[in-house]
Structure formats: C-alpha cells, structure tokens
C-alpha cells in the first residue's frame, strides 16, 4: 500500500514548481515594470504630463491642418480631436515599446547577466511599462470625447480585444528586434525609419474606409489596421471592420510565433556577446 500511494503523491505535487516559477516571473516582470515607470517619471519635473503631452501635441498639430488649413474632406469622422486621439494613443504605446525593445538588451547588459530571470522578461516589461502608460492615458481621450460631446458605443466592449492584440504584436516585434540588435547594431536605426514610415501608413490621421479600394485591401494586412478600428469604434463604430480585425489576428499570432522563435534561438548567442 505504501510503495502504490507513493507515486500518486509524487504526481499531484508535481505541477507546483512550474507554477512557483510563473509567479515569479510575473513578480519579477511587476517590478522591473514600476521600476522603469519611477525612474521615468521621478527624473522630469512633470512626470506623467510627459506621457500624455507627445500625443496631445501630435493631435493639436494634426487637428489644425487638417481642419483649420486644409479642407479635410472624408479622411476621418467628427470630433476630429477624437478621431485622432483614438488612434495616437495607442500608436504611441506601439511606437514607444517597439523603439525600446531595441535597446532592451544593450541598456541592461549588466543586469541580464548577474540574473537568473528568463530574459525575455527584458522585453515583456518595455511592452508592460508601455502599455500602463497608455492606459494612464485613456482619462485624456475621455475628457476630450466629453467636452467635444462624442457619443459612447457598445463596441467600448471591445477594447480588452484591442488591448489584448496590441499586446501579442508588439510582444512579438520586440522578441525580434530585441535579440538582432546585439549582432546587428545598425537595426536599431532602420526601425526607427521604419516606425517613421509605418505612422503614414497606419489609419492614425485617416481612417481606412477613406482609402481607395485597392489600397484599403493592402491596408488591411497591416495589423494595426483592425486594432486601431476597434479602439475607433467605441465612438465611431463604422470604423470597425471584421476582416481587418481577423486579419490582424492572424497576422500578430505569426508575429508572435516568429519572434518566439528568433529569440529562442538567439538567446544563447546574446549572452556571450553581450
């Protein structure tokens, strides 16, 4: 009867470590994450303002020539303010944690080798820290959506969606970048072009229903495409386009995939030249 029960006790208790190691992780992900958000914010006099300020100016600028100097036509649907804001917001979250994660390694050389940490947590809290600084960022859209009187749509229920899959692509993007940049110093440049590139390229100042159908069939396979149409679509829900979102799924799952791959393979490689 002993030797019987002893194997069954061995096989409940079995699954314990591997959850012991994932609370972990996502403690030690916690911490560096607020780490990063206190430095960033206890070293400006305004803090926070900053996170929220790139995007308000962006918005000003574009709101400006496109309604008060140019005639606007149907690049995008009023409020305007809000119409930008949508997008902007989580363009900069997008653009910021993709413009980290090239350096995620370099900048932290010292760190990444004196622990034990799985290091893809190196790239998880760019995309963390990122990613609280847009929701930090929301009670912006929200006053401008008030004062501008924009009306609220059942589709808000979809922004844990959008969230979600914004989170895998750049999640992704960073696994990529992340690694290459080590070997390949000169990457950390070209993504910063290519981030220039992908702004106009995005439905950030336009939305796709104002593209030529031609070109609105391309703009879909850019995954930004359908999550920025959900977030749009909490105020303006003949942005939101089903294909688009279906696309943007299937295209961040093999973003994720891939990036999960290159960093695996990659990884051992990153610590001896780092």
Same mark, same amino acid.
């Given at each position: 009867?002993?030797?019987?029960?002893?194997?069954?006790?061995?096989?409940?208790?079995?699954?314990?470590?591997?959850?012991?190691?994932?609370?972990?992780?996502?403690?030690?992900?916690?911490?560096?994450?607020v780490r990063d958000l206190r430095v960033r914010y206890s070293t400006?006099?305004?803090?926070?303002?900053?996170?929220?300020?790139?995007?308000?100016?962006?918005?000003?600028?574009?709101?400006?020539?496109?309604?008060?100097?140019?005639?606007?036509?149907?690049?995008?649907?009023?409020?305007?303010?809000?119409?930008?804001?949508?997008?902007?917001?989580?363009?900069?979250?997008?653009?910021?944690?993709?413009?980290?994660?090239?350096?995620?390694?370099?900048?932290?050389?010292?760190?990444?080798?004196?622990?034990?940490?799985?290091?893809?947590?190196?790239?998880?809290?760019?995309?963390?820290?990122?990613?609280?600084?847009?929701?930090?960022?929301?009670?912006?859209?929200?006053?401008?959506?008030?004062?501008?009187?924009?009306?609220?749509?059942?589709?808000?229920?979809?922004?844990?969606?959008?969230?979600?899959?914004?989170?895998?692509? =750049?999640?992704?993007?960073?696994?990529? %970048?992340?690694? &290459? !940049? +080590? /070997?390949? $110093?000169?990457?950390? *440049?070209?993504? @910063?072009?290519?981030?220039?590139?992908?702004?106009?390229?995005?439905?950030?100042?336009?939305?796709?229903?104002?593209?030529?159908?031609?070109?609105?069939?391309?703009?879909?396979?850019?995954?930004?495409?359908?999550?920025?149409?959900?977030?749009?679509?909490?105020?303006?829900?003949?942005?939101?386009?089903?294909?688009?979102?279906?696309?943007?799924? =299937?295209?961040?799952?093999?973003?994720? %995939?891939?990036? &999960? !791959? +290159? /960093?695996? $393979?990659?990884?051992? *490689?990153?610590? @001896?030249?780092?």
């Open positions: 009867m002993t030797t019987a029960s002893a194997p069954t006790a061995r096989a409940t208790t079995a699954p314990a470590p591997s959850r012991s190691a994932g609370r972990r992780y996502r403690q030690a992900l916690w911490l560096l994450t400006s006099a305004l803090g926070y303002l900053w996170s929220i300020l790139d995007p308000l100016v962006m918005s000003a600028i574009y709101w400006f020539v496109f309604t008060q100097v140019f005639h606007r036509g149907s690049v995008g649907e009023e409020p305007y303010i809000v119409f930008l804001l949508s997008a902007l917001l989580p363009w900069m979250w997008f653009t910021g944690a993709v413009s980290d994660s090239t350096r995620a390694f370099i900048k932290e050389t010292k760190l990444i080798r004196s622990t034990t940490i799985p290091r893809s947590i190196w790239v998880a809290r760019v995309n963390a820290s990122k990613g609280i600084e847009f929701l930090l960022s929301l009670p912006v859209l929200a006053v401008f959506a008030i004062a501008t009187g924009a009306r609220l749509h059942w589709e808000l229920a979809l922004y844990p969606l959008a969230i979600l899959l914004q989170c895998a692509l =750049v999640y992704g993007l960073g696994l990529i %970048v992340a690694p &290459l !940049v +080590v /070997f390949f $110093r000169d990457l950390e *440049r070209a993504v @910063k072009l290519v981030l220039r590139f992908l702004f106009y390229a995005s439905p950030i100042i336009y939305g796709t229903q104002a593209l030529p159908d031609g070109l609105r069939d391309v703009a879909a396979f850019n995954p930004l495409s359908g999550i920025f149409g959900i977030y749009r679509s909490a105020f303006f829900p003949g942005q939101l386009d089903w294909f688009e979102v279906g696309v943007s799924v =299937v295209v961040t799952a093999v973003v994720l %995939v891939v990036g &999960l !791959v +290159v /960093f695996r $393979r990659s990884e051992h *490689r990153v610590l @001896k030249e780092l």
